[in-house]
């Protein structure tokens, strides 16, 4: 039997790094942990590297790590637990490769859906925007500069598996990116709690026809206004009750569903 690697193991030392940002970008890898993500991820086994699976996560996963061509390497519980940035480990963690897509390729071919993140700080938003993102069919899903990276450990757990669903760009110009994407046919929306334009109104003028991106911005402080005047509207969704405004993963959900709704 294969001894198992222990936390002073090379290869977990190296896999270690890749729970920091630096450490991501410099090895073109993350880490994604979990049934779920490891899942989705063995859904494309070219770009997984390796899995390290503890022994009890081995055996209670053996379905899935006795069907892949990955190289499956056994991993001492304390080895699992320094890759790992949860409380609980799971102890079934993959090594992927960055799945980065350049901002070019939505001007070459536009989505019909696609999300843009402005200064998005938390990285559960990220992953929830992901996940949501992919159940209403978009295509894409750009970090602005200065966005939460959708490779951190929070933000891939909270993808639940979307993050390999969706084209991903990072780090992008959007001051530069909104513009070219109107020039070829994109409709640009930014959600914007005191919008001119309420969400209802558009869907009765055929404004969500397609391709639309939505523009989304940072937790408190909203898109930033220069962004938001690169926009073909700022966008508000009405509401009744007395609540001062909807959180960013909220009004994401509400506003990919009414796009995607509209585009049949």
């Known amino acids: 039997m294969t001894e198992s690697l222990t936390e002073r193991s090379a290869r977990i030392v190296a896999a270690r790094k890749l729970t920091r940002r630096a450490g991501r970008d410099a090895a073109g890898l993350f880490l994604a942990e979990g049934r779920q993500a490891v899942v989705e991820a063995l859904a494309q086994p070219e770009r997984v590297r390796e899995v390290f699976a503890t022994q009890a996560a081995a055996t209670a996963h053996r379905d899935l790590l006795a069907e892949t061509p990955v190289p499956v390497r056994p991993v001492t519980e304390k080895a699992a637990a320094g890759l790992s940035e949860t409380v609980t480990p799971q102890g079934l963690v993959a090594v992927c490769e960055l799945r980065d897509v350049p901002a070019e390729s939505l001007t070459t071919a536009p989505p019909r859906l696609s999300v843009a993140l402005a200064e998005l700080a938390d990285p559960g938003n990220a992953g929830t925007v992901l996940r949501t993102a992919d159940a209403c069919g978009a295509g894409?899903?750009?970090?602005?500069?200065?966005?939460?990276?959708?490779?951190?450990?929070?933000?891939?757990?909270?993808?639940?598996?979307?993050?390999?669903?969706?084209?991903?760009?990072?780090?992008?110009?959007?001051?530069?990116?909104?513009?070219?994407?109107?020039?070829?046919?994109?409709?640009?929306?930014?959600?914007?709690?005191?919008?001119?334009?309420e969400l209802p109104g558009l869907v009765a003028a055929g404004r969500l026809a397609g391709p639309v991106l939505w523009l989304f911005g940072n937790e408190a402080r909203g898109v930033p206004a220069d962004l938001a005047a690169l926009a073909d509207a700022r966008v508000r969704i009405p509401m009744r009750g007395r609540a001062e405004s909807l959180n960013l993963a909220a009004a994401a959900a509400i506003s990919l569903y009414t796009t995607q709704l509209a585009q049949g």
Do not use: I, M, W
């Not at 450990?153 to 513009?179: I, T």
């Not at 109107?182 to 409709?187: C, F, H, I, Q, S």
């Open 140 to 197: 894409a899903v750009v970090f602005g500069a200065g966005s939460a990276d959708p490779y951190g450990g929070k933000a891939v757990r909270s993808s639940a598996g979307s993050l390999f669903h969706v084209d991903v760009v990072r780090g992008a110009p959007l001051a530069a990116l909104l513009p070219s994407l109107r020039a070829v046919g994109v409709t640009v929306l930014a959600a914007d709690g005191g919008g001119e334009a």
